[in-house]
């Protein structure tokens, strides 16, 4: 996989744009409380930027601080979540891998916060072919 | 009396009740509602608009395609609602944003030809390339 391709994403309206390159990023899924009510959705996936690698290019995302020292980036037109920063991991920069223009492009390879997975919900990790 | 469901947003400007019965209660992977919540997939629970009841502030709307309503929080960017010309009468909140999401499991996967290749529910329930006639 070339490291250096640029990926791009947005919100469902395309008021709001981002870029990122560099190595291919960490993928998880979170099943937490917050990111559910966040999104609106039963679990989330998330692509983890390093420092530098993410770039808005379209827009101003609204920032809404659901804990101390995390903030959650979502569009004010159509309401579609698209970051989570949080002071901890000072400089990175989560991003909700649906909103990718191909959200197909990184499984996730681990599950944050399974404790408060919906009991309904049954997601099985792929395995990663060519990943060591 | 029927069994009272409430639920709300992130922030908690915006809450609503729904009263059973449901019409259904599915998963949807159509690419819209990928964006619309940035989630891999979404829950919706169908209720008729009479079942639904607003507690606490008002979604905000965006028109997603003709025809569809997307109510969301314009405070914490939460998805609430999905009101379609399709389902006149009809009110679809986002499972997800009950109070007890356990409350409503979904029985069906509509518009898995959207599905992203590495969400693999694992549960059995049918699935459906586009969506059925009461599948949200």
């Known amino acids: 996989m ?3 391709h640029a990926h791009e994403g947005g919100c469902l309206c395309g008021a709001l744009r981002y870029r990122f390159e560099g190595p291919p990023p960490r993928a998880n899924l979170c099943h937490c409380h917050s990111c ?41 037109t159509c309401g579609t979540a698209l970051t989570y920063e949080a002071q901890d991991m000072p400089n990175e ?14 499984p996730p390879t681990e599950e944050f916060f399974a404790q408060e997975c919906i009991p309904w919900v049954h997601v099985r990790l792929q395995a990663q072919e060519g990943q060591p | 009396m029927s069994a009272r469901h409430e639920g709300g947003c992130l922030c ?10 449901a019409k259904f209660s599915s998963m949807c992977h159509c690419r819209s509602c990928q964006r619309a919540t940035g989630g891999p997939a ?10 639904y009841e607003q507690l606490a502030g008002a979604p905000a709307i965006y028109v997603s395609s003709p025809g569809v309503r997307r109510g969301f929080c314009a405070a914490c960017g939460t998805s609430l609602t999905y009101e379609g010309d399709g389902w006149p009468g009809e009110i679809h ?3 997800a944003t009950l109070d007890d999401p356990a409350a409503f499991p979904p029985t069906v996967h509509t518009y898995t030809a959207d599905r992203i290749a590495w969400f693999e529910p694992d549960d059995g329930l049918p699935r459906l390339p586009g969506f059925g006639s009461d599948a949200g």
């Open chain 2, 12 to 21: 908690g400007a915006v809450r609503y009740a729904i009263i059973e019965p």
């Open chain 2, 93 to 95: 909140i986002y499972t």
């Open chain 1, 93 to 106: 920069v989560h991003v909700l891998s649906a909103t990718l223009d191909d959200p197909s492009l990184f």
């Open chain 1, 36 to 76: 559910r009510l966040a999104t609106g959705a039963p679990v989330v996936a998330f692509v983890d930027l390093a420092p530098g690698q993410f770039a808005w290019t379209k827009g101003k995302a609204t920032y809404f601080a659901s804990s101390p020292g995390v903030r959650r980036g979502f569009c004010n």
């Open chain 2, 42 to 51: 979404s829950a919706f629970v169908g209720v008729e608009r009479g079942q």
């Open chain 1, 2 to 4: 070339a490291t250096s």
